[in-house]
């Protein structure tokens, strides 16, 4: 699913509302020592680190493009402008169109940090600064690493960012960030 219509902050907002926790009646449930709780909820964020450790360590993130596309590698700095938008242009002359993954994602914090060296709050001050002042739009939003390669390989005029565990014959790698 992409995200075409919707602003960087009406995805932030759903994201963060959608993450709330519901109020619950607890009439019926037992109590639970606090002690208890923290323990529980010490175990489960181990466990949540692991996987995601274990999946960072599997994959890495690529830079991506259609096999369409004539662009056979990139450099750091012409990554970092093709999605900052202070280029509009492949090397060779041809108009590119970037795609980012939502805030949500995992990949989009180790791509901005790792290319960009920027947070998420810088990327988000980035970006509200030049919309605020009509400059420029971020790029458009997939929903996932499968949503980026489907919208990279229709078209030569997309990049996009993916774990190297999603690339698939549709598309080639044009940078791997380093780790």
Do not use: C
Request: charged share 15%; proline share 6%.
């Amino acid at each position: 699913m992409l995200y075409q219509d919707k602003s960087y902050n009406n995805l932030l907002l759903e994201s963060i509302s959608s993450q709330a926790n519901p109020s619950h009646s607890r009439s019926n449930e037992m109590e639970i020592h606090p002690i208890i709780q923290a323990r529980i909820l010490l175990a489960s964020a181990l466990l949540l680190a692991s996987v995601f450790y274990i999946n960072s360590v599997n994959a890495s993130t690529v830079v991506i493009v259609s096999k369409d596309n004539p662009v056979t590698s990139l450099t750091q700095l012409e990554v970092k402008q093709l999605f900052l938008k202070q280029n509009k242009y492949f090397p060779g002359g041809s108009a590119v169109l970037p795609i980012d993954q939502t805030p949500n994602q995992a990949v989009k914090k180790d791509f901005y940090q790792s290319v960009a060296h920027m947070t998420g709050s810088q990327w988000l001050a980035y970006w509200s600064k030049l919309i605020f002042t009509g400059k420029k739009n971020p790029p458009r939003l997939a929903a996932d690493n499968l949503d980026v390669v489907e919208l990279v390989a229709s078209s030569p005029k997309y990049i996009g960012y993916i774990d190297s565990d999603s690339i698939d014959n549709r598309v080639k790698v044009v940078y791997s960030v380093p780790h």
